[in-house]
């Protein structure tokens, strides 16, 4: 899968610092999504009932518009996975074309990580920088009855905090990570 953009993705609460060669930080544009598996709006297994269907981006408690870099906001997630073959995201993110070197840094303020359900976790919790090659397409609000967000795999890489296992329950792992040869959004077998 030949891609003519990377999106470069924040997932946490972050404070970033982006630089592009030849392209201009404040010429980008910002916006926020929320996709994949386990995002949707009836996600509650391991969320607080109140928040069942929370995936946002916000500034200042306002839900983030597409513009320039905000210089602090908020991602709260209640759904979604990292897990070993797609995602269920939400990103504050920009694009950049392939042949285009960047630097990206953020500042990143973890306020919590997990269930909150006091269920344990499965490693499929995380928080960090990312980028991707492609994006899934935005979960439906509202959501028909009976419908499950469609997973969204790609190559990628990251460096994130990530819940632990289960038997290790609180504490969290700090890593980078890759992933490569994936040629279809549901992912590509052997990867």
């Known amino acids: 899968m030949k891609k003519h953009t ?13 630089h592009a060669a030849e392209i201009k930080v404040e010429d980008l544009t910002w916006k926020a999504i ?4 386990s995002t949707d709006m009836n996600f509650g297994s391991t969320i607080l009932p109140e928040k069942v269907g929370v995936n946002q981006v916000t500034v200042n408690g306002e839900a983030v518009a597409a513009g ?3 210089s602090t906001f908020t991602i709260e997630s209640r759904g979604g996975k990292l897990a ?3 995602e269920g995201l939400t990103f504050y993110y920009t694009e950049l074309p392939t042949d285009v070197n960047f630097t990206l840094s953020a500042d990143v303020v973890l306020e919590q990580l997990g269930p909150e359900t006091g269920a344990t976790p499965n490693r499929q919790e995380g928080a960090g920088l990312m980028v991707r090659d492609i994006l899934g397409a935005e979960r439906l609000v509202p959501q028909p009855e009976g419908h499950e967000e469609f997973p ?3 190559n990628m890489v990251m460096n994130l905090m990530r819940s632990h296992t289960r038997a290790n329950d609180g504490m969290t792992n700090i890593n980078a ?3 490569e040869g994936v040629y279809q959004p549901w992912g590509t077998p052997g990867n």
């Not at 990377?6 to 982006?18: D, G, Q, V, W």
């Not at 929320?34 to 598996?37: A, H, I, L, N, P």
């Open 68 to 70: 320039k870099l905000a």
């Open 152 to 154: 969204s795999a790609s």
């Open 6 to 18: 990377l999106a470069l993705c924040l997932a946490a609460i972050l404070a970033p610092a982006a």
């Open 177 to 179: 990570s890759f992933r």
């Open 34 to 37: 929320t996709f994949g598996q």
């Open 84 to 86: 070993n073959s797609h």
